[in-house]
């Protein structure tokens, strides 16, 4: 993958240390701020054309566009062990050899936390809670001084405010799933795998240790922007009480990173999991790959692109398609090129989306779609995973056509797949409201099935399981489905 200059001055993402989730607020400004990397030249109604050309923020300077890739291949992560104060830098095929661990709690298997003290993890949770008020205070300036730029903005601020709404009548939800995501000794949090800033990933382990268990790499979405680990706590929660482990893939949301910096996180955070996942009580043999929304993006073009790589003579690779028993997405989407006007319909500008993307040139590199097509991929496509796709017929931020077009396609040049499509549910239905509604969850249900297929034992558990229990009020589940914004 072609090297990257770096355009603008920030000294702040060279040491960038991954942060707890923000709070709803400095998520939808996180929003905010990737919609003001728009590009002058492009339509009149994009509102934040002007801001590039006459302001800075957070310490960038003025930009000359167009924009570009904004982190340099070539830069280096020091990851820092907090109870030692020392540097270590983590190659990204370390772990095959030797693995180096982190000093904090969350990164060390469960036999070696057992003997920890009350003590650290309330330091722990004291520094989580420090790093998300320091987040959330500067995002929301950032935000002030972004709407100051884009004046009436009526399709942000409206944007703004549902998303706001939403975040409020699930907030009952998202408190009990913080909770257990930060006090729960079930969580390994923030193991680094890599050496690049945010390469690490949180573990969700299940009380019962008895044998191996199946394994789920997930790479959260958050639309390429305001992606986050820490978004799967749900999912890893409830996956981990049918006695499976998820292991969620942190990676460099945009502007730290573009398209090829988050495929290569993702690759290394497979990686670790195929190499490692073993000392933490999960059967490398049994290891599935998930992504949501732009997550289901990374991850198809994380398989495509380890499939070349297989397919290469003398490429070297960390990891092996082989090791993956099959590829689960979640509203996802394929296919760049459909889905350039759908996202600049909705607010995700078409130069902001290019960026991203690494510029127009790129988008089919980083169409699974269409790469899987090509006459050149040839050998390449029969060492991809059977891949299950799921989505909701009433998703409006990607269209169920996405998954429907992928999975024939992968059909028709030899690849097990299927599309699962669910009749009225929206992006988020499937993914917050309905886990967070209890009792049965088609999705997930039919999600556990495919996991648990050939296991009698495991499929015997899963017939007696107790219901999920409710997170959130059915008045406000269906306003929420009502006002959100994705």
């Keep these: 993958m072609p090297s990257h200059t770096l355009p603008i001055t920030n000294r702040s993402l060279g040491s960038t240390i991954p942060t707890p989730p923000p709070s709803s607020s400095s998520v939808a400004t996180t929003m905010l701020l990737g919609a003001a990397k728009k590009n002058v030249e492009d339509d009149d109604d994009d509102p934040s054309a002007s801001l590039l050309h006459s302001s800075s923020f957070n310490g960038i300077n003025k930009v000359t566009m167009p924009i570009k890739p904004f982190l340099s291949r070539a830069s280096s992560f020091t990851s820092i062990d907090n109870n030692n104060n020392k540097a270590s830098v983590v190659a990204p095929c370390f772990y095959q050899k030797r693995r180096r661990r982190t000093a904090s709690e969350d990164s060390l298997p469960s036999s070696a936390i057992s003997n920890g003290s009350d003590r650290s993890r309330s330091s722990s949770f004291g520094n989580d809670v420090r790093h998300v008020a320091s987040e959330t205070f500067l995002l929301t300036r950032l935000g002030l001084k972004m709407l100051r730029y884009l004046g009436v903005g009526y399709k942000w601020i409206t944007r703004f405010l549902a998303l706001g709404c939403y975040a409020l009548l699930l907030f009952p939800g998202f408190i009990q799933v913080g909770y257990y995501y930060f006090f729960s000794s079930q969580i390994r949090r923030s193991i680094v795998f890599g050496d690049k800033p945010r390469n690490r990933l949180d573990l969700y382990l299940p009380k019962n240790s008895n044998g191996p268990k199946p394994v789920v790499a997930f790479v959260t979405g958050g639309a390429w922007i305001i992606g986050y680990?820490?978004?799967?706590?749900?999912?890893?929660?409830?996956?981990?009480?049918?006695?499976?482990?998820?292991?969620?893939?942190?990676?460099?949301?945009?502007?730290?990173?573009?398209?090829?910096?988050?495929?290569?996180?993702?690759?290394?955070?497979?990686?670790?999991?195929?190499?490692?996942?073993?000392?933490?009580?999960?059967?490398?043999?049994?290891?599935?790959?998930?992504?949501?929304?732009?997550?289901?993006?990374?991850?198809?073009?994380?398989?495509?692109?380890?499939?070349?790589?297989?397919?290469?003579?003398?490429?070297?690779?960390?990891?092996?398609?082989?090791?993956?028993?099959?590829?689960?997405?979640?509203?996802?989407?394929?296919?760049?090129?459909?889905?350039?006007?759908?996202?600049?319909?909705?607010?995700?500008?078409?130069?902001?989306?290019?960026?991203?993307?690494?510029?127009?040139?790129?988008?089919?590199?980083?169409?699974?779609?269409?790469?899987?097509?090509?006459?050149?991929?040839?050998?390449?496509?029969?060492?991809?995973?059977?891949?299950?796709?799921?989505?909701?017929?009433?998703?409006?931020?990607?269209?169920?056509?996405?998954?429907?077009?992928?999975?024939?396609?992968?059909?028709?040049?030899?690849?097990?797949?299927?599309?699962?499509?669910?009749?009225?549910?929206?992006?988020?239905?499937?993914?917050?409201?309905?886990?967070?509604?209890?009792?049965?969850?088609?999705?997930?249900?039919?999600?556990?099935?495919?996991?648990?297929?050939?296991?009698?034992?495991?499929?015997?558990?899963?017939?007696?399981?107790?219901?999920?229990?409710?997170?959130?009020?059915?008045?406000?589940?269906?306003?929420?489905?009502?006002?959100?914004?994705?």
């Design 229 to 486: 680990k820490a978004w799967g706590s749900l999912l890893g929660q409830q996956l981990s009480e049918r006695d499976i482990i998820v292991a969620c893939i942190d990676y460099r949301n945009f502007p730290q990173g573009t398209i090829g910096d988050m495929v290569t996180d993702a690759s290394q955070g497979i990686s670790f999991v195929c190499n490692n996942i073993a000392e933490y009580g999960g059967d490398p043999n049994r290891i599935y790959l998930m992504g949501q929304s732009a997550g289901a993006h990374i991850a198809a073009c994380a398989i495509v692109e380890q499939a070349i790589k297989e397919a290469g003579e003398g490429e070297s690779t960390c990891w092996s398609l082989s090791q993956i028993k099959a590829y689960f997405g979640l509203s996802g989407g394929y296919n760049l090129f459909n889905l350039v006007d759908h996202f600049h319909s909705r607010g995700l500008y078409r130069s902001i989306f290019v960026s991203i993307m690494e510029g127009e040139e790129s988008l089919r590199r980083f169409s699974p779609e269409v790469m899987v097509q090509d006459p050149n991929f040839g050998n390449a496509v029969s060492l991809l995973p059977p891949t299950v796709l799921f989505h909701g017929t009433g998703d409006y931020s990607i269209p169920s056509d996405a998954s429907k077009s992928f999975a024939e396609t992968l059909k028709r040049v030899g690849v097990k797949a299927e599309s699962i499509l669910y009749e009225g549910k929206t992006h988020t239905d499937v993914f917050l409201q309905d886990p967070m509604r209890g009792g049965q969850d088609d999705m997930f249900d039919d999600l556990v099935g495919y996991i648990h297929a050939g296991d009698a034992e495991a499929l015997a558990k899963d017939a007696v399981a107790p219901p999920r229990r409710r997170l959130v009020p059915e008045c406000m589940l269906k306003l929420a489905h009502c006002v959100s914004p994705f």
